[in-house]
């Protein structure tokens, strides 16, 4: 008799930074402490996301919003599993080998989003540089069959930069997705040891195609700060993102998650974060959220809102 031992569960993990040297985890300031999660409703969306077997990136990527989101039965669905072929050097996501996808996975979103009954939902993804597609056929899959339970939900989607697969970008966007975020994560000059696998300049192109495909779906972009940037640098990063008609740009502190992870240089102070949010609406977003606590998903529902105002306002209705 043979026995099988999975070995799944020892398995590290973030293999790729076994070997790198620990740094120090600075001690968060006061005004980014958050309190503990557990209310009867945020058990209950907890309840309802195992259920339907489903994975989120509040859980998988350890945001510090998860306790006040979910109270609100606001969860971010995180599609095509829980393992990344990516290997960021800022993300606590898993890396490695993903499986196969799941066919059942679009409608099991679809019901969550009706049992939680949301108004507004954020899919986002983990990045398969395994498929041909990228996921580009599965993100319109979920779309379409949340569209099909739930027709009065809007959809937001925040989606990997689909780099080297060709036509992707155009399957996801024919099929309309209320919001396209796609986040630049942080400046050029750290791309290479804080997004190695990806490319700042696809990254804007990517944005510009949304808006060249269907000029009136709304773009978004959002970045970390804190990795050793220079405020200038988070500067231009705002006029390429403008370049590209982006509409929606959210800034938020990088928490360091491990000593393996790329280290956390600074703290960035609450009237810094303000004076961004400042310089960005003078430069044109019609939307900023620039805070210590702002990822990508937080408020979702009441920034869209947010944004239909602002066009409207735009165009003068």
């Not at 898993?94 to 969550?112: C, H, I, Q, S």
């Not at 709304?218 to 200038?232: H, P």
Request: hydrophobic residues 40%; charged residues 25%.
């Amino acid at each position: 008799m043979v026995t099988l031992i999975d070995t799944a569960a020892s398995r590290p993990r973030h293999p790729e930074k076994v070997n790198r040297p620990e740094s120090v985890v600075l001690r968060k300031p006061d005004w980014i402490r958050v309190k503990a999660p557990g209310s009867p409703v945020y058990k209950e969306t907890q309840e309802i996301v195992r259920q339907n077997g489903l994975v989120t990136v509040c859980e998988e990527a350890g945001c510090p919003n998860i306790g006040e989101c979910w109270s609100k039965k606001h969860a971010t669905m995180m599609i095509m599993g829980e393992i990344c072929t990516r290997a960021c050097a800022f993300c606590n996501v898993r890396t490695g080998m993903p499986g196969p996808l799941d066919p059942a996975e679009p409608e099991k979103v679809a019901r969550a989003v009706q049992q939680l009954g949301l108004e507004h939902v954020v899919i986002t993804s983990v990045d398969r540089d395994d498929l041909a597609d990228g996921g580009a056929q599965h993100f319109a899959d979920v779309i379409l069959a949340i569209r099909a339970q739930n027709p009065k939900t809007t959809i937001e989607i925040l989606t990997p930069d689909f780099l080297r697969k060709e036509g992707a970008l155009e399957i996801v966007v024919a099929a309309k997705p209320d919001v396209f975020n796609h986040n630049l994560e942080t400046v050029p000059s750290n791309y290479l040891k804080v997004r190695p696998g990806a490319r700042y300049f696809h990254s804007i192109r990517l944005l510009q195609r949304v808006k060249e495909l269907d000029p009136t779906m709304f773009t978004k972009s959002g970045i970390m700060v804190g990795l050793g940037e220079e405020r200038n640098e988070v500067l231009a990063l705002m006029d390429d993102l403008r370049t590209a008609d982006v509409d929606f740009l959210t800034i938020g502190q990088y928490l360091q998650p491990t000593k393996k992870h790329t280290p956390l240089i600074r703290f960035v102070t609450p009237e810094e974060f303000k004076s961004y949010a400042t310089v960005a609406t003078a430069k044109g977003f019609s939307l900023v959220s620039s805070s210590p606590l702002t990822r990508s998903s937080h408020h979702a529902g009441e920034d869209f809102a947010a944004l239909k105002a602002a066009r409207m306002a735009k165009l003068g209705h």
